[in-house]
């Protein structure tokens, strides 16, 4: 077994996002477990983590044994790392790609790739021109409750599609009296921020991955919490959109609508939930559980008790899906995808092309809210 070493500058290392999910939970593991194996190669990261702050980076690079710099031109300088890993804040992921696709480095990114469907497009040229391989975290499709979903989906359990529903969200604090649990880049335009830019990218590959392609959307959104109180103690206006409902029409017919709000309080099954109803059955998934009713276990509603209360249990009759898994860390599984295309040539359904296509799902949304209209999302070209 041949060992491959792979060297990953890993930007934005000590954000929420890189810390966490893709140091910790995700290429630490792989390395310490001694590698991933693929074939007859074994596939081992050399992680350097890269940022702004050095006493953050340096105690996220202690705990997980990873080399750190602050200086990203000296990181892609060093031809021992061949990849480049974007998670820093989404308004300076341009500029970082475009340094790193300069010098030849393989990329993988956070979402959302771009800012505009038209930059990811550049982007993805330049990657091409230089022969570099590319990939997109697409992460959410990994979570157990979704692959439940996704499973039932692909074995024709619904019959025929007739609708879905995306619910997400729960209540950011402004920062007044709770402190608010997310960066004040989210709600700054400038810095990249907004529900839509942040969050559609994910409803993109969940919906088309499950159901086949968009044909076109309509959006609507508000900006639920106008200011709030940031890192510093500082009060600052939202520019940004934190409450967006989305209809979807799909390619096959069906329609769907997503509700995604910074500015709800939880009262369903889970902070994510996805529901599919068919001609045959309708499934609901939240991030673990999954509960299915065939139509033997839908009752025959027929009105409205006006007077009274009849007292009955909707949720009785679903079933939840029986599947234990092994389920491996959602992020992990894109590490894994694109280690193995790196170095076996194996297919990479989340490319950096994929991750455009997120992006234009969130900027046709947009459009139409600017518009007032449908928007279509014809494939990219
Ligand atoms: N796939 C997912 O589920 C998921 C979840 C959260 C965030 N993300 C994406 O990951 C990226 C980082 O998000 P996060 O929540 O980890 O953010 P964060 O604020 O916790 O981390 C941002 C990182 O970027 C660096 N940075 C560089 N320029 C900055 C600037 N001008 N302002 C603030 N920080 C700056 C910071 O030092 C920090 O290391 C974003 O693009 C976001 O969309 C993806």
Redesign the pocket.
């Known amino acids: 077994m041949t060992t491959h070493t792979i060297g990953i500058i890993l930007n934005?290392?000590?954000?929420?996002?890189?810390s966490t999910q893709h140091v910790a939970n995700a290429l630490a593991p792989i390395r310490d477990e001694g590698g991933l194996v693929a074939g007859d190669a074994r596939i081992v990261p050399r992680l350097m983590l890269v940022?702004?702050?050095a006493d953050k980076l340096a105690g996220v690079a202690k705990s997980y044994g990873a080399e750190w710099t602050t200086d990203l031109d000296k990181a892609l300088a060093d031809p021992a790392f061949t990849v480049f890993f974007d998670?820093?804040?989404?308004?300076?992921?341009q500029g970082a790609l475009e340094q790193a696709i300069a010098a030849g480095k393989n990329i993988y990114s956070?979402?959302?790739v771009a800012l505009t469907v038209d930059k990811g497009l550049e982007l993805l040229r330049a990657i091409k021109a230089r022969g570099l391989k590319h990939g997109a975290?697409e992460?959410?499709l990994g979570l157990p409750g979704l692959q439940k979903l996704s499973r039932l989906a692909a074995s024709g359990f619904f019959g025929r599609v007739t609708g879905f529903r995306i619910d997400f969200g729960w209540w950011v604090f402004d920062g007044t009296e709770v402190p608010c649990q997310r960066?004040s880049?989210n709600y700054r335009r400038k810095?990249?921020g907004g529900l839509i830019l942040?969050m559609y990218p994910?409803w993109r590959y969940v919906i088309e991955n499950t159901l086949g392609p968009m044909r076109r959307v309509v959006s609507s959104l508000s900006t639920a919490t106008p200011a709030r109180v940031d890192e510093k103690g500082g009060r600052y206006d939202v520019d940004v959109d934190d409450n967006a409902s989305t209809l979807i029409e799909l390619e096959g017919g069906a329609i769907g609508t997503i509700l995604s709000s910074w500015a709800t309080r939880v009262r369903r099954d889970d902070l994510l939930t996805f529901q599919i109803d068919g001609s045959s059955a309708s499934a609901v998934a939240g991030l673990h559980r999954c509960y299915t009713a065939t139509n033997a276990q839908t009752p025959r509603t027929a009105h409205f008790s006006i007077a009274t209360d009849l007292n009955i249990d909707y949720r009785g009759n679903w079933e939840e899906v029986a599947d234990p898994g092994p389920f491996k860390n959602p992020y992990r599984i894109g590490w894994e995808n694109f280690l193995r295309h790196l170095v076996t040539g194996a297919p990479m359904q989340a490319d950096f092309a994929a991750g455009i296509r997120d992006v234009q799902f969130a900027e046709a949304c947009y459009r139409s809210v600017k518009d007032g209209k449908w928007v279509s999302l014809a494939p990219l070209s």
């Not at 934005?12 to 890189?18: E, K, M, P, V």
């Not at 998670?87 to 992921?93: E, I, V």
């Open positions: 934005g290392a000590s954000g929420r996002i890189c940022g702004r702050n998670a820093a804040a989404t308004s300076q992921r956070e979402k959302p975290v992460d959410k960066p880049w810095d990249g942040d994910h």
